[in-house]
């Protein structure tokens, strides 16, 4: 059985400040790695993929993957609130379906 | 116009009623898939289709039925409703590459009384 584990939260960060979220997966031959963003209510929206090791990054948001240790996190630089949502991370690891984990709920306090 | 849509948005029925949520896309994906959503169960997979003559079971397909009309289409039946059924229900798509990105649906908000 694939797992992927995320911390379900509430994070709490104070606007300006950096949110670290986490992700860690049981399949060590995961190919794809996701980070989603869902608002109350709304579909999830993707922010970023990573395939390699290492850091990935667009605009405030850096992906960072360590596939030794297997674990991925999403760092979210100068949080606003309007970054306040649930996260999640989801693993792909061929042919299947994408495994999502429960997600992190994050809330950026102003 | 959306790439993924999903009808109804808001549906409220009866118990035992059969309904069905219906799903259509213009990205051109071959996979299509159905989840349903819980507060504090995250996503859970219902089934998936990875093209028109394929179909799967997922992690929670009893109660459910679907069926693939066309590479654009893909429909979620529940033959007879029950109020655990509740729940928000969200259509995804994705190419089939090796990136495999998930693209969903605005999602269906269910009520079974």
């Known amino acids: 059985q694939k797992e992927v584990e995320q911390n379900s939260g509430p994070l709490s960060v104070p606007e300006g400040a950096i949110a670290s979220l986490n992700c860690t997966y049981s399949?060590?031959?995961?190919?794809?790695f996701f980070w989603y963003r869902q608002y109350s209510g709304k579909s999830p929206e993707l922010i970023m993929f990573?395939?390699?090791?290492g850091d990935k990054e667009d605009g405030r948001f850096t992906a960072q993957l360590n596939k030794a240790s297997q674990y991925v996190s999403l760092l979210i630089r100068d949080s606003q609130p309007s970054d306040s949502a649930t996260y999640l991370c989801?693993?792909?690891?061929?042919?299947?379906?994408?495994?999502f984990g429960k997600g992190t709920r994050l809330s950026v306090i102003a | 116009d959306a790439d993924v849509t999903q009808t109804p948005r808001n549906r409220i029925t009866k118990t035992g009623k059969r309904i069905m949520l219906e799903c259509s896309q213009t990205?051109?994906?071959?996979?299509m898939y159905w989840y349903r959503q819980d507060p504090g169960l995250g996503l859970r997979l219902i089934y998936y289709s990875f093209d028109v003559k394929d179909i799967n079971k997922g992690e929670i397909s009893d109660g459910y039925s679907v069926s693939r009309q066309a590479q654009a289409k893909f429909s979620l039946s529940l033959e007879s409703a029950i109020p655990n059924q509740t729940a928000l229900y969200f259509c995804?798509?994705?190419?089939?590459?090796?990136?495999?990105?998930?693209?969903f649906g605005p999602g269906t908000r269910l009520l079974v009384l």
């Open positions: 995804a798509t994705s190419e089939g590459t090796a990136q495999e990105t998930q693209y």
């Open positions: 990573i395939y390699s090791n």
């Open positions: 989801a693993v792909y690891s061929g042919n299947t379906p994408l495994v």
């Open positions: 399949d060590r031959g995961s190919q794809s």
């Open positions: 990205k051109g994906h071959d996979r």
